[in-house]
């Protein structure tokens, strides 16, 4: 489905990644670990198209996208949950799922996003900007549902939620990986991120220094203290 192939990106002078390999195989979750500053946004970053130097390959079934624009990318079927959501708030709930819906590719539509997300159905002439937190992660994965991608790349997205809501939007996810959808997880909760991943990759500083099954992680915590200085 997608793979990276010694991929490396830079920020202006700044060496970022350093020779990435990731894969993620069609219908697998794949998480992606590593603290703060180590590049795991950069690598999302990478593959959508935001990072323009960079080097390498991105393969997405078959095709080297790596010199792509980011529009070009999206339309290949790669949907993103950006860090932050960066929903529109001045915008209803239901103007930010049909602002860039795509509902001609696939299947896709509001009636299905609002039969995954109840809260939203609720609160679809709302500005988005007086959701809670949760809500608007909510949004901002309905919304990248709305163009109907072939794969997923989530950036924290319970980053800040509460205990009970970070629970709500990992069940949605669980469904989606029910039903088929790959993704690409990034997540700084390690327990959060082992319960849905089929693997698991690490990086630090820019490296990707550990990958395995998230049963062998749980077997060998020391690697997880030692890369993600948990406590």
């Known amino acids: 489905m997608l793979s990276l192939k010694e991929v490396h ?8 990644l350093h020779g990435v390999d990731l894969e993620v195989k069609k219908g697998s979750v794949v ?14 970053h990478s593959i959508i198209g935001f990072v323009t130097k960079k080097q390498g390959e991105i393969w997405l079934e078959g095709e080297n996208i790596i010199s792509l624009k980011s529009h070009q990318i999206a ?14 708030t001045t915008l209803t709930v239901r103007e930010n799922l049909t602002v860039f819906a795509e509902q001609d590719k696939g ?20 500005h988005a900007g007086n959701l809670s937190g949760g809500e608007q992660s909510m949004l901002s994965i309905g919304r990248a549902l709305m163009r109907n991608p072939k794969i997923l790349l989530l950036d924290e997205p319970t980053e800040g939620l509460s205990p009970l809501m970070v629970g709500e939007v990992m069940d949605v996810l669980l469904k989606l990986k029910e039903k088929g959808m790959s993704m690409l997880l ?17 990086l630090n500083k820019g490296e990707v220094v550990y990958h395995d099954h998230p049963n062998e992680l749980r077997g060998n915590m020391d690697i997880a203290y030692h890369h993600l200085a948990i406590s």
């Open 107 to 126: 299947n896709w539509d509001l009636e299905r996003i609002f039969d995954l997300f109840p809260r939203l159905k609720e609160r679809e002439k709302t």
């Open 9 to 16: 990106s830079f920020y202006g002078a700044s060496h970022v």
């Open 31 to 44: 998480t992606l670990l590593g603290r703060n500053g180590m590049g795991k946004t950069t690598t999302i």
């Open 186 to 202: 990034v997540e700084q909760n390690i327990a959060t991120a082992l319960s849905i991943a089929d693997d698991v990759y690490i």
């Open 75 to 88: 339309k290949k079927g790669i949907g993103i949950v950006p860090q932050g959501r960066r929903i529109f």
